[in-house]
């Protein structure tokens, strides 16, 4: 997804470009794509000069967007998991969940301080 922010800007980007600078495979990259696609983050464009490109400005893109496009909800315990209340029998006692708790909010937040264009001013900078 920084791929993209960093080198959508004149057009869609070829799968293949994102596995070799990424070195990662064109499948594997594929496989990453489809979640994106399903949350709305990114689209494929079909036929000669296609690939990927951004659905939205990088600005506009956080990193818990990302990433919860591809690994689900962010939740440190089973219990923080939207859905799964009451899912612990020892939830009435547990010396631990308002730890939990805090430390799943306090990730989200810090992946919802950055976006997209972060990332990529990031890259820029170290390339």
Same mark, same amino acid.
């Given at each position: ?14 799968? %293949?470009?994102?596995?070799?600078? *990424? ?7 594929? *496989?990453?794509?489809? &979640?994106? !696609? ?7 464009? @079909?036929? &000669? ?8 400005? $990088?600005?506009?893109? %956080?990193? %818990?967007? #990302?990433?919860?496009? #591809?690994?689900? $909800? ?7 998991? $939207?859905?799964? *209340? ?10 631990? !969940? #308002? +730890?939990? @708790? *805090? =430390? ?6 810090? =992946?919802?301080?950055?976006?997209? !264009?972060? +990332?990529? @001013?990031?890259? /820029? /900078? +170290?390339?």
């Amino acid at each position: 997804m920084v791929d993209l922010a960093t080198h959508g800007g004149n057009g869609p980007v070829a799968r %293949r470009d994102i596995a070799e600078r *990424q070195d990662i495979s064109a499948d594997y990259v594929a *496989q990453l794509f489809r &979640p994106l !696609q399903e949350a709305g983050l990114v689209e494929g464009v @079909k036929g &000669p000069g296609g690939g990927y490109r951004l659905t939205r400005h $990088p600005s506009d893109i %956080r990193v %818990r967007d #990302v990433v919860e496009a #591809v690994e689900g $909800p962010v939740a440190l315990a089973p219990c923080e998991e $939207p859905g799964h *209340q009451g899912c612990c029998p020892h939830a009435d006692h547990c010396t631990t !969940q #308002v +730890l939990w @708790k *805090q =430390l799943s909010a306090t990730v989200r937040g810090m =992946l919802d301080s950055y976006t997209l !264009q972060d +990332l990529g @001013k990031e890259a /820029e /900078e +170290l390339a």
